[in-house]
Nanobody, 118 residues
Framework: VQLQASGGGMVQPGGSLRLSCAAS????????MGWYRQTPGKQRELVAV???????TYADSVKGRFTISKDNAKNTVTLQMNGLKPEDTAVYYC?????????????WGQGTLVTVSS
């Protein structure tokens, strides 16, 4: 399973960005997809995740500002980030929990940098 992330960039505080991630491969089913982020010297942390059934989980720090959505048919997940703050600056990683050939594993996309600065 390969994950291709897009989006990110630089934005001023209060601005918006959208991150997208597409999963591809052969013979797999997606159980959940989400986004994590990491800053230098810190552990990677959950931002938001959405299950195949549509259940969502958000980090407290992004609730009310970020929205995660998915397209099951296209195996894509999108993170709409509004009201961005400087503390949202990080490398964001797409994650997918997938079952392929009977085994369930975590897959990661390449990171995409989000910079919030005036």
């Amino acid at each position: 399973v390969q994950l291709q992330a897009s989006g990110g960039g630089m934005v001023q505080p209060g601005g918006s960005l959208r991150l997208s991630c597409a999963a591809s491969g052969t013979t797999f089913s997606v159980k959940a997809m989400g986004w994590y982020r990491q800053t230098p010297g810190k552990q990677r942390e959950l931002v938001a995740v959405i299950s195949s059934g549509g259940s969502t989980t958000y980090a407290d720090s992004v609730k009310g500002r970020f929205t995660i959505s998915k397209d099951n048919a296209k195996n894509t997940v999108t993170l709409q980030m509004n009201g961005l703050k400087p503390e949202d600056t990080a490398v964001y990683y797409c994650n997918a929990l997938c079952t392929t050939y009977g085994a369930t594993n975590d897959y990661w996309g390449q990171g995409t940098l989000v910079t919030v600065s005036s």
